[in-house]
């Protein structure tokens, strides 16, 4: 399983795209590519590396935040334009179906009629697991101001863990358990914190979920900059745990559980 970190940004972070994961498998000898929420200027960066029409199988939405869903109308706009005709799977909570359809009539009245191939939609309820274009996903309620979603993506060999925004829950911990990578969102660095994560609670909890490696996305651009050398030292600490904090356009690839940095 190849991951691609198109994003690593907070919604208001003007240096780092918003936060989105492009993860790719060879699944039954075909390749199978699945995207992590597409915030507002996510979709962009994703055709940075997309020049194949057909290249996205599915897309995932964590939740209904603009950092995190207000790219779709130009992910299928552009998919228009070149022509697409494949079917494109949209996998998150019940109601993405209408969500979706609110955000591509207010982005571009009319033209969800006009496109070329089918937007297939699936709801995922808590705590279920459903298999999308090879990959089997299940997912967890976590804790953010609105109802957001965690993430477990398997391939048949490599699971990973997507936190989307919100405080982990015992839901989540008991979905990251045993994965090879948590990717989870830690908007403040410690702390108390309301419907958010935090770099320390993000350590604990892939310390709980007994898992080896752990990237931290989604954090307050002001933190980002400001607190870089606590940060660095909290990460040097983290014996036994390789916890990093991937930058837009770095990826990593999980082979034999093993984790290895591709850039
Ligand atoms: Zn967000
Ligand atoms: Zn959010």
Redesign the pocket.
């Known amino acids: 399983m190849k991951i691609d970190f198109l994003g690593v940004g907070e919604?208001c972070d003007p240096l780092h795209t918003n936060t989105s994961l492009l993860v790719q498998s060879t699944i039954g000898g075909r390749q199978r590519v699945m995207l992590l929420d597409c915030g507002f200027n996510a979709a962009h960066r994703f055709f940075r590396v997309c020049s194949d029409q057909d290249m996205l199988d599915a897309l995932w939405i964590s939740?209904f935040?603009g950092?995190?869903f207000f790219g779709v109308p130009l992910l299928l706009l552009t998919f228009r334009e070149m022509n697409r005709t494949k079917p494109l799977e949209i996998i998150g909570q019940p109601g993405v179906r209408e969500k979706v359809y609110d955000v591509m009539d207010l982005a571009y009245p009319n033209f969800r009629e006009k496109l070329q191939f089918q937007v297939e939609f699936r709801e995922i309820e808590p705590g279920s697991q459903i298999t999308v274009s090879g990959f089997s996903v299940k997912a967890a309620e976590n804790e953010?101001?609105?109802r957001?979603f965690s993430v477990r993506i398997k391939d048949g060999e490599s699971r990973l863990f997507y936190s989307?925004?919100?405080r982990p829950t015992k839901a989540t911990l008991e979905l990251a358990s045993e994965c090879d990578l948590i990717v989870h969102e830690a908007f403040r660095v410690s702390g108390k914190t309301s419907g958010h994560g935090t770099i320390a609670g993000s350590i604990e909890f892939a310390r709980k979920a007994g898992v080896a490696n752990l990237a931290l996305v989604h954090i307050e651009r002001h933190d980002r900059e400001e607190r870089q050398q606590e940060i660095r030292e909290m990460l040097l600490k983290t014996e036994g745990l390789n916890a990093f904090l991937p930058e837009s356009g770095d990826a990593v690839e999980i082979t034999n559980y093993e984790l290895r940095i591709r850039n």
């Open positions: 919604a939740h935040h950092d995190h953010h101001s609105i957001s989307g925004d919100g």
